[in-house]
């Protein structure tokens, strides 16, 4: 008989954080990334991030419970924005 092992959320986040290429491995030790707050920009580390929300498979981090429900409110405003400053940020 198989028995999976029950991963804590946290485990979930640093793992997908790793695979969303947010989180390195440097001498064997994760290192994170600073990920951005899409509602209010602020600069945090996914593994303190006080909120997270996944929406459609992607996940995102919340510097504050309020941010996240403004997130979940209208996730497209957001996401547009998000998208727009990606765009203007390139060459």
């Not at 198989?2 to 485990?11: D, M, P, Y």
């Not at 064997?28 to 498979?57: F, N, S, W």
Request: one cysteine or more; a negative charge.
């Amino acid at each position: 008989m198989h028995t999976k092992r029950a991963t804590s959320g946290l485990e979930h986040v640093l793992r997908q954080a790793q695979t969303q290429g947010v989180c390195r491995r440097w001498q064997g030790d994760l290192v994170p990334y600073l990920v951005r707050d899409v509602v209010c920009g602020m600069q945090l580390e996914p593994e303190t991030a006080p909120a997270v929300r996944i929406h459609k498979g992607e996940t995102y981090y919340f510097c504050s419970g309020s941010c996240a429900k403004e997130f979940e409110a209208d996730p497209y405003r957001f996401l547009l924005d998000e998208e727009k400053n990606s765009t203007s940020d390139a060459p």
